[in-house]
């Protein structure tokens, strides 16, 4: 079974960084896609950044400049760094692989979610 193990989480004041590291088991088969979804109170969970197994990168526009998402393939790590922190960003952040399994359709995995608190 895969699973993903987030850290990075935490209390900041606003205009301040965060680093979220989020680290995939071991698994025979590869990771096309990882990314890091977050979920405001009261609201529905949304991508924040993914980025391919080839460098391909997404954000959503309220992040665009102030974080970077990024990926060691071969330790199955993916890291978010978040600058310019602002309250709006608070939310519980979850990490997301999608492994391809050769004749199967492939198979998405959440990591347990980290909280991120900007304090204003």
């Known amino acids: 079974q895969v699973q993903l193990v987030e850290s990075g989480g935490g209390l900041v004041q606003a205009g301040g960084s965060l680093r979220l590291s989020c680290a995939a088991s071991r698994s025979r088969f590869s990771i096309s896609v990882m990314g890091w979804y977050r979920q405001a109170p009261g609201k529905q969970r949304e991508l924040v950044a993914n980025i391919t197994s080839s460098g391909n990168i997404n954000y959503v526009d309220s992040v665009k400049g102030r974080f970077t998402i990024s990926r060691d393939n071969a330790q199955n790590t993916v890291y978010l760094q978040m600058n310019d922190l602002k309250s709006e960003d608070t939310g519980v952040y979850y990490c997301?692989?999608?492994?391809?399994?050769?004749?199967?359709?492939?198979?998405?995995?959440w990591g347990q979610g980290t909280q991120v608190t900007v304090s204003s």
């Open positions: 997301n692989a999608v492994f391809v399994i050769p004749f199967r359709p492939p198979s998405t995995f």
